[in-house]
């Protein structure tokens, strides 16, 4: 894996660990700080999808291999541009929400990390024209 997804897959797990705590056990504080206020269920079930999702992301990461690598990463992919683009309607409806800009900013700069990461490991994996032959 080239180092740029490497970068990106660490920074994703550390941040989705850190998410997931924060909703798990202070559903509250992170409720108070979302474009759909406080509901502590609703953060603990985002905090619980962190968790699921943590072990294919560090699965990833421990055993390369290439074909898996794609889906997850562009699974990532249209997720930051769900998430994005969530947030950007968020902030479409109400400019006094930043937070959703910044999140929707955030998730699109990630999806062009992740596309440009993507491109560079699949010009590392093209077979050569000597093994075709």
Partial sequence: MNKLLRILFIILIVAMTGAAIMQLFFPEMMGSNSEYG???GW?????FWNLAILPILIGVNLKY???Y???VVISLIVGGLGFGTNHL???MED???TISLIGAVENYLLVLFWLIGLRIE?????PSKKALQ
């Avoid at 953060?43 to 905090?47: A, F, K, N």
């Fill in 38 to 40: 406080i509901a502590p």
């Fill in 43 to 47: 953060q603990r079930e985002i905090g």
């Fill in 65 to 67: 291999d290439y074909y």
């Fill in 69 to 71: 690598l794609r889906i």
């Fill in 89 to 91: 309607l968020g902030f």
């Fill in 95 to 97: 400019g006094s929400k």
């Fill in 122 to 126: 699949s010009s590392n994996n093209k």
